[in-house]
């Protein structure tokens, strides 16, 4: 049974700085592009960014290039998404979403993501 598990969210004030992670559980995690989605009250969930199974290839959308930096340890089955310099346009429950295929580079669409976690909340307030 595979799991992912977000940790790490919370009310924070613009421009503080917040690290989520997102344990992996009941799959060769390593093997799999990792991501991290968002989403806002009555909005469709969006990406966020992507990092390959290797950790040699990011991609993050162009609203937090800059501030925010995905990261894995496949040592610990974790991936983490570090947030600087935030903004009240980020808040959103953030999600954690593993790849359908081994293939997959950058998971950057929702149609490629096989697991998802249960989320958490990111709030900032301005």
């Known amino acids: 049974q595979v799991q992912l598990v977000e940790s790490g969210g919370g009310l924070v004030q613009a421009g503080d700085s917040l690290t989520l992670s997102c344990a992996a559980s009941?799959?060769?995690?390593?093997?799999?592009?990792m991501g991290w989605f968002r989403q806002a009250p009555g909005k469709e969930r969006e990406f966020v960014a992507s990092?390959?199974?290797?950790?040699?290839?990011?991609t993050y959308t162009d609203s937090v290039k800059g501030r925010f930096t995905i990261s894995r340890d496949n040592a610990k089955n974790t991936v983490y998404l570090q947030m600087n310099s935030l903004k009240p346009e980020d808040t959103a429950v953030y999600y954690c979403?593993?790849?359908?295929?081994?293939?997959?580079?950058?998971?950057?669409?929702?149609?490629?993501?096989?697991?998802w976690g249960q989320g958490t909340q990111l709030t900032v307030s301005s």
């Open positions: 979403a593993s790849s359908r295929f081994r293939t997959t580079v950058v998971l950057t669409r929702k149609e490629e993501v096989a697991y």
């Open positions: 009941g799959r060769t995690f390593s093997s799999y592009a």
């Open positions: 990092i390959s199974w290797s950790t040699s290839s990011t």
